[in-house]
C-alpha cells in the first residue's frame, strides 16, 4: 500500500469527470496508477471510478494491446487511428488461406508406423 499525505480536511468521495480530463494530458498514455497519481490528494477508488465511466462514455479510450492496459484521452487524428485500428481486422496470411495437402497419406504413413511399432 502506498504512502498517502494525509489531509485534516474530509476528502471528497467523488472526482468529477471534468476534474479527471482536466489533469490528463491529450494523447498520452497513462497506467491505471499513473492516472491516480494525477489526483494524488483524491481516494484512489474515486479516481478509479471516474476513469472507467469515462472509458464507458468513450472519452479517454483503453489500451489493452500491449502487456499492460493503457488509458489515453485522444483528440483528432490519434483519435480516428485508434478506432480505425480496433475496427479493421488484419489481413490473414496466404498460408493460413491455403488448403491442406497430403494430409491423408501422413495420416496414412504415421498409423502404419504406429502399427508397426506396435507389433
Not at 492496459?69 to 493460413?96: C, D, I, N, Q, S
Amino acid at each position: 500500500m502506498k504512502n498517502v499525505a494525509f489531509s485534516a480536511g474530509r476528502q471528497s468521495e467523488t472526482v468529477s469527470q471534468e476534474e479527471l480530463i482536466s489533469a490528463m494530458v491529450e494523447n498520452y498514455e497513462y497506467t491505471q496508477d499513473q492516472v491516480m497519481n494525477l489526483l494524488h490528494d483524491r481516494p484512489r477508488a474515486a479516481v478509479r471510478d471516474t476513469l472507467h465511466a469515462l472509458v464507458e462514455r468513450g472519452i479517454v479510450w483503453r489500451n489493452a494491446s500491449q502487456s499492460r492496459v493503457k488509458y489515453a484521452l485522444l483528440e483528432g487524428e490519434a483519435l480516428r487511428e485508434a478506432v480505425e485500428r480496433k475496427t479493421t481486422r488484419g489481413e490473414t496470411p496466404a498460408w493460413m488461406k491455403a488448403t491442406l495437402t497430403g494430409y491423408e497419406a501422413e495420416n496414412a504413413r504415421h498409423r502404419e508406423l504406429c502399427m508397426t511399432v506396435r507389433k
